[in-house]
């Protein structure tokens, strides 16, 4: 059976992932029910609002199944918030996929975002970081391994099958980090 990647398409810059995988050559699906998470082997959580996305996967009956998915998952801003152990700023329900603590907004408001050259592990070369109203990882669990720094911070992070960015790597030209997940 071959990749197919499921984009969970409730809200936030889902379309722009889809773009990338697009590119890519590689099947894909927007998710917004549990019957749209069939097939599914890799799964996007894209950047948008936390409580948005957390309040209709309630109601639609298949957070507990986004929670639990075990294939690859993909989780950038947003995403990696919903991720995370802990969630700080408040304090809120995350799905524990990563042992890690993300404040939300910690970069500030929409007016706050910038784009920044980081560090990545996956290339040698400077990678293009875009915050929006970005996340932080104050706290980084030890079986967690950063392969993203925005100076000394760890902007984003890894552990098994799991990828959180708390930057948007889809809003780039470069699509290494959708090539690595697919890898996963």
């Given at each position: 059976m071959g990749?197919?990647?499921?984009?969970?398409?409730?809200?936030?810059?889902?379309?722009?992932?889809i773009k990338v995988f697009k590119k890519l050559g590689v099947a894909h699906k927007e998710i917004r029910s549990e019957n749209d998470l069939s097939g599914v082997t890799h799964l996007v959580v894209p950047g948008g609002e936390s409580t948005t996305i957390r309040k209709v996967a309630k109601s639609e009956g298949f957070w507990n199944k986004l929670a639990i998915f075990r294939g690859p998952?993909?989780?950038?801003?947003?995403?990696s918030v919903l991720m995370a152990r802990q969630i700080e700023s408040p304090?809120?329900?995350g799905w524990g996929m990563l042992?890690?603590?993300a404040k939300r907004?910690?970069?500030?408001?929409?007016?706050?975002?910038f784009t920044a050259e980081g560090k990545?592990?996956?290339?040698?070369?400077?990678f293009e970081m875009v915050f929006i109203r970005a996340p932080k990882f104050v706290r980084v669990g030890d079986k967690v391994e950063p392969i993203a720094w925005l100076g000394d911070e760890a902007t984003g992070v890894i552990s098994g099958n799991k990828m959180a960015l708390a930057f948007h790597p889809e809003l780039t030209d470069?699509?290494?980090?959708?090539?690595?997940?697919l890898g996963l």
């Open positions: 990749i197919l990647v499921g984009v969970l398409a409730i809200q936030g810059d889902f379309k722009a992932h998952v993909l989780g950038t801003c947003m995403g304090k809120a329900e042992d890690i603590t907004n910690a970069y500030g408001r929409q007016i706050n975002s990545i592990a996956i290339s040698e070369k400077p470069n699509g290494c980090f959708h090539e690595y997940f």
